[in-house]
Every structure is written in C-alpha cells, then in structure tokens.
C-alpha cells in the first residue's frame, strides 16, 4: 500500500457551536484520485477546507504527508482550487497574473520569477486550454474559463495533491471537458486528488474512491455509486434546485 | 513659471511628485481588498498624533507615524478577524482619532491655521528636512510595493489561497497597514489628512478603466499621479489656489476624462459593429 497523503482521524467542526462534521475518518494515499460527494450543507466543502487548515478541528486530527497540520510547511506539495474566483475590488488582472500566483508557493516572496516560473505558467495554461487568452482581463471570461483559470494556478506550482472544491459546479461542457483531461493528465504523472463535488459528470471515469458525506458523517466509503432513479439516465438533465433539501435514495445508506 | 526658482516651491514640486508616485502604489492594493478608504480613516488617526505632538513640543509628523501606524495596525486586526462588528470598531477609531486630534490642537498653543496645514495640505512649507523624510519614506515605500507585488498581489486578490500557498498572510497585510500608515503621513504635508485617499485612489480608479492587467494597471496609476502632483502644483503656483486641492482636482478631472472619452469611444465601437452578438455558451440544462 503507498504512503498516506493525507489523514483525518475523528475529526469535528463546529461553526458557532453548531456541529459541521462530527467524528471523519478518511485517509488519501498517494495516486488516488478521492470523491467528496454529498448534498448542499452535509459538510463536504468543510471537510476540504478542515484539511487545508481553513478551517480549525475542534476535535480529532490531521496528518499531511506525514506531518502534523500544525507542522506542515511544505504548501508547495499542495494546489488548491477555490470554488470560484473572488470578485476582489475590480481591478483587473489578466489570466496569465493570475496563474502565476500558483508559482509563490515555490518561490517564495521574495525571489522574482524567473524562467522557469514563466515555463510553467505556460505549461498549466496550455493544459487547461486557456493558453490564447492568457492576456484577457479574467471578468471577460465565462465561469467555465475561470474555473479554468484557477485549475491552471494550483498546476503551476506543479503540485503533488490537487485539492479541489466543487470545480464542475456551473461550468459549461467543454469546460468540464478540458477539466477532465487536465485532470488525468496530472493523475498519470502521479499525482494525488482530494475533490468535492455535486455530481460527477465527464469527470467519473477518472475516480478511483468515492467517500459520501451525510449530515456531517462519512456513510460511505468505496466504489463511485451508483447514480439513483432518473440520475441514471443517460440523458439525465441535473435540474432539481440545489437547495438544502437532499436527493432521495442516493447518499441514504 | 519663474515661481519654480524658489527653493520652496521647488521643494513643494518634489515632495508632490513623490508622493503622486508612491500612493497609488499602494493605493491599488487597497483598492484590491475594497479597502478604498483605509487611508482616510488612518488620516483621521494621524490627526491625534499631530494634536499630540503639538501639545508635547514634539515633531507632530513624527508622532503622527506613531499613531497613525498602531490605528492602521488596529484596523488590520478588525479586519483580519471579520466579524460584522469590524465596521462600527472603525467608526468608532475614525472619529475618535478626529475628535482626538481637535481636542489636543485646541489643548496647545497651536493656532487653527495649524491645524488647517494638517486637515488641508501645505506643500509650500515645506522644509528641507521634510522633504528627506517625504523622499526617503517614498522611496522605501515604491521598492517595497514593487518588489513584492507577487505576494502582495496573491494576498489582495485571494487572501485564501495566499494562506494555502504558505506566504506570511499575517506579516503582508500588517505591512500593508504600515504603508498605509506612513503613506498617509508623508501625503499629509502635501494634500492634508482630508484629501490623502483621493491620491491612492483616484489614479487607480482612473487607470482601472482602460488597463487590462494588474501591472499594467499599477504603472498607469503612478504616472497619473505623478502627472496630477506635478500639474496640480503647477496651476496652484499660477492660479495662486490650494495646492493639495488643486492636485486632487486634477486627479478627479483625469478621471472624468478618460470615463467620458471611454464611454464615447465604447458606444462608437458598437455602432460600428451592429450585428455581433457574442456566441452564447452551450446549455447544460433543459429548463421547462
């Protein structure tokens, strides 16, 4: 069995004293591509940003490549995509600025980006498929391409865990698309992915381990399942509201 | 023209030009993070600390810094914990940072005009030592706001994702707050504790409108304001007005500039090209 990536043992989260999470166990190993699936409000998004230390555990703990979270300090290992771009106080930076943040964690703050820097932004850029818009103002994009933008910032740091909140959510196809590719492109030269998401779409052949988080409990852990009732049509169209009411039958054990 | 051969309007002419370049180097951060009127509000801090230096016989802009950083080191704590509550605490340092300073000035000798220099700006007394200060300062201020425009860019855009790629979130945004801090003291000679924001963010907001880019946006919003302190002292020294006022009436008639040209040049364009509507996005859902 490879190393663990990333640990939770009992953990718990409360916002304001309302318990989020109680009681996760989960452990990623390294070349596994991990699931978080779950309705709106189970805890999903808290579980991920828990193991980026966003989030502070009010009980239990968490192990990244072997170090205590307290002790880690090798970010660099790590690439993380936000559910979406901030809308920051609108001035504007171009697609290019902002994947080479992706590049900080391994430079640093002080040095000033050199060539290697720009080899990789131009890497992550070409395997997101946003290489001709790298001059673009990121509002001008659709939501697709700045999910995009933000795939391609955690991939110029050429990370070894991508930790991903929700990336398919409101994104058009070819976008999913794109996604899915970069995705397993990053998955054969190794890497390790933790992501949360709604529905699996184009993006479910490269899964290798589902986890369901109900209610702030894991209550599964194994294979993808199944998708239930109409979601197993081919020609599903997902338009149920994504409100806090929870898909029949599927997350239920 | 031949105003300029007086060493102190040549002194006024500097320090303006300095400060013109170096608040909208900061002035872009915080208007990154929405925190256009960060400055105002450590304006009205730094006024305690002039009242304060007046009444101790102290060098009110020396204690002005003092102030005016543990006031901007206090609303970066209020803003770093986030809490609805941030908003009335700022209320609360802006006005009793004013009040403070009112009191303090009418508690010493100081006379109303005094007080007037600080709320208003007086580039044209200006002292050679002051000008080191301002050159000093400014100098210090434009290197580091430059060279560490990555990190500080990362920190304003996406404080979040700033924290996951490990930088010291805590240690830039405290620096940005001590920036602003003496951003806000040197810019208080020339244009007054009341006019300093529309310095760090007018250029900004008028650069912002036809850069496509951070950077692009940063370099546009120095010469601008290192274009409105040289013109504004210019008209000041010709029309005989207020120059920090007249500096910051340049700026905002810049802005109006480009927002009108830019608005005229943008509906010209549509006319001239009718019919090209943007391809929509392929539907994800059937929606009834």
Same mark, same amino acid.
């Given at each position: 069995?490879?190393?663990?990536?990333?640990?939770?043992?009992?953990?718990?989260?409360?916002?304001?004293?309302?318990?989020?999470?109680?009681?996760?166990?989960?452990?990623?190993?390294?070349?596994?591509?991990?699931?978080?699936?779950?309705?709106?409000?189970?805890?999903?998004?808290?579980?991920?940003?828990?193991?980026?230390?966003?989030?502070?555990?009010?009980?239990?703990?968490?192990?990244?490549?072997?170090?205590?979270?307290?002790?880690?300090?090798?970010?660099?290992?790590?690439?993380?995509?936000?559910?979406?771009?901030?809308?920051?106080?609108?001035?504007?930076?171009?697609?290019?600025?902002?994947?080479?943040?992706?590049?900080?964690?391994?430079?640093?703050?002080?040095?000033?980006?050199?060539?290697?820097?720009?080899?990789?932004?131009?890497?992550?850029?070409?395997?997101?498929?946003?290489?001709?818009?790298?001059?673009?103002?990121?509002?001008?994009?659709?939501?697709?391409?700045?999910?995009?933008?933000?795939?391609?910032?955690?991939?110029?740091?050429?990370?070894?865990?991508?930790?991903?909140?929700?990336?398919?959510?409101?994104?058009?196809?070819?976008?999913?698309?794109?996604?899915?590719?970069?995705?397993?492109?990053?998955?054969?030269?190794?890497?390790?992915?933790?992501?949360?998401?709604?529905?699996?779409?184009?993006?479910?052949?490269?899964?290798?381990?589902?986890?369901?988080?109900?209610?702030?409990?894991?209550?599964?852990?194994?294979?993808?399942?199944?998708?239930?009732?109409?979601?197993?049509?081919?020609?599903?169209?997902?338009?149920?509201?994504?409100?806090?009411?929870?898909?029949?039958?599927?997350?239920?054990? | 023209?031949?105003?300029?051969?007086?060493?102190?309007?040549?002194?006024?002419?500097?320090?303006?030009?300095?400060?013109?370049?170096?608040?909208?180097?900061?002035?872009?951060?915080?208007?990154? *993070?929405?925190?256009?009127?960060?400055?105002?509000?450590?304006?009205?801090?730094?006024?305690?600390?002039?009242?304060?230096?007046?009444?101790?016989?102290?060098?009110?802009?020396?204690?002005?810094? &003092?102030?005016?950083? &543990?006031?901007?080191?206090?609303?970066?704590?209020?803003?770093?914990?986030?809490?609805?509550?941030?908003?009335?605490?700022?209320?609360?340092?802006?006005?009793?940072?004013?009040?403070?300073?009112?009191?303090?000035?009418?508690?010493?000798?100081?006379?109303?005009?005094?007080?007037?220099?600080?709320?208003?700006?007086?580039?044209?007394? &200006?002292?050679?030592?002051?000008?080191?200060?301002?050159?000093?300062?400014?100098?210090?201020?434009?290197?580091?706001?430059?060279?560490?425009?990555?990190?500080?860019?990362?920190?304003?855009?996406?404080?979040?994702?700033? *924290?996951?790629?490990?930088?010291?979130? *805590?240690?830039?945004?405290?620096?940005?707050?001590?920036?602003?801090?003496?951003? @806000?003291? &040197?810019?208080?000679?020339?244009?007054?504790?009341?006019?300093?924001?529309?310095?760090?963010? @007018?250029?900004?907001?008028?650069?912002?409108? @036809?850069?496509?880019?951070?950077?692009?946006?940063?370099?546009?919003?120095?010469?601008?304001?290192?274009?409105?302190?040289?013109?504004?002292?210019?008209?000041?020294?010709?029309?005989?007005?207020?120059?920090?006022?007249?500096?910051?009436?340049?700026?905002?008639?810049?802005?109006?500039?480009?927002?009108?040209?830019?608005?005229?040049?943008?509906?010209?364009?549509?006319?001239?090209?009718?019919?090209?509507?943007?391809?929509?996005?392929?539907?994800?859902?059937?929606?009834?």
């Amino acid at each position: 069995m490879s190393a663990p990536v990333i640990t939770v043992e009992h953990g718990a989260v409360g916002y304001d004293g309302r318990p989020v999470l109680r009681d996760v166990s989960l452990t990623v190993t390294a070349g596994e591509v991990v699931a978080v699936l779950g309705a709106n409000g189970s805890g999903k998004s808290t579980l991920i940003r828990a193991v980026l230390g966003l989030v502070p555990l009010s009980a239990g703990s968490i192990t990244l490549f072997d170090r205590p979270l307290r002790q880690f300090r090798q970010w660099r290992r790590i690439g993380y995509v936000p559910q979406r771009l901030g809308a920051g106080g609108g001035v504007p930076a171009t697609v290019r600025e902002v994947v080479a943040s992706g590049r900080l964690a391994r430079r640093g703050v002080l040095r000033p980006p050199g060539r290697a820097d720009r080899a990789a932004v131009d890497a992550a850029l070409l395997s997101v498929g946003l290489a001709d818009r790298a001059g673009d103002p990121v509002s001008t994009l659709s939501g697709g391409q700045q999910q995009r933008t933000l795939i391609a910032r955690a991939l110029a740091g050429r990370p070894e865990l991508l930790i991903l909140d929700e990336p398919t959510a409101g994104v058009d196809a070819a976008s999913q698309e794109a996604f899915a590719g970069a995705l397993r492109d990053f998955v054969a030269d190794g890497g390790t992915v933790l992501l949360v998401a709604h529905e699996l779409g184009p993006l479910r052949p490269v899964i290798s381990r589902a986890v369901v988080v109900h209610q702030g409990g894991i209550c599964h852990d194994g294979a993808v399942p199944d998708p239930a009732g109409h979601h197993a049509e081919p020609d599903h169209d997902h338009v149920h509201p994504h409100g806090p009411d929870e898909p029949a039958g599927l997350w239920s054990n | 023209m031949e105003l300029f051969q007086y060493p102190y309007m040549q002194r006024a002419l500097i320090g303006a030009l300095v400060i013109g370049l170096a608040a909208p180097a900061l002035g872009i951060y915080l208007v990154q *993070r929405r925190l256009a009127l960060i400055g105002d509000g450590v304006g009205h801090v730094a006024l305690t600390g002039v009242g304060a230096g007046l009444l101790l016989n102290r060098s009110p802009v020396l204690v002005a810094v &003092i102030a005016a950083t &543990i006031g901007a080191i206090a609303i970066e704590l209020v803003r770093a914990r986030g809490r609805t509550s941030g908003d009335l605490a700022l209320a609360l340092l802006f006005y009793g940072g004013i009040a403070g300073g009112v009191l303090l000035v009418g508690l010493s000798d100081a006379t109303s005009a005094n007080l007037n220099a600080y709320l208003f700006g007086s580039l044209t007394t &200006i002292s050679p030592g002051d000008l080191t200060t301002i050159v000093v300062l400014g100098a210090a201020l434009l290197v580091t706001m430059i060279a560490l425009r990555p990190a500080l860019f990362a920190v304003s855009h996406d404080e979040e994702y700033a *924290r996951v790629s490990g930088l010291p979130v *805590r240690t830039l945004n405290l620096m940005i707050a001590v920036a602003t801090a003496v951003t @806000v003291t &040197i810019a208080m000679r020339a244009v007054g504790v009341l006019l300093i924001s529309a310095l760090m963010v @007018v250029p900004v907001a008028t650069a912002q409108q @036809v850069t496509r880019g951070f950077r692009s946006t940063m370099t546009a919003a120095m010469a601008l304001g290192f274009f409105a302190a040289g013109a504004g002292v210019w008209v000041a020294a010709t029309a005989d007005t207020a120059p920090g006022a007249s500096v910051v009436l340049v700026a905002i008639a810049c802005f109006l500039v480009v927002a009108v040209t830019g608005g005229i040049w943008r509906a010209l364009r549509r006319r001239a090209t009718p019919a090209a509507a943007p391809a929509p996005e392929p539907h994800e859902v059937v929606l009834g």
